[in-house]
């Protein structure tokens, strides 16, 4: 289950760290898929070439989205640790 939080989390506007750096790029991949699958089909065109576009580019992103979270988790517990022994 931390692996889900992981994602879920680095998805997320953290602080200290911002939002997810590849959201905006997601969404252009996604956008530009579909437009090139206008073409062979009109709106089905455009919704098979997002969910194309989305199979290729969403394990990177949500890879990226469990390194923040993990990364955030883990600098949340290590100040924690340190202002208990302070």
Request: hydrophobic share 45%; aromatic share 10%; proline share 5%.
């Amino acid at each position: 289950m931390q692996f889900f939080k992981h994602i879920i989390n680095g998805c997320k506007d953290l602080p200290g760290y911002g939002p997810h750096p590849g959201t905006a790029v997601l969404l252009i991949v996604i956008l530009v898929g579909g437009l090139a699958g206008v073409d062979k089909g009109g709106w089905a065109g455009f919704i098979g070439g997002a969910a194309f576009s989305c199979i290729m580019t969403m394990p990177l992103y949500l890879h990226g989205a469990y390194s923040r979270g993990k990364l955030y988790e883990q600098s949340k517990v290590r100040l924690m640790k340190e202002i208990k022994d302070a």
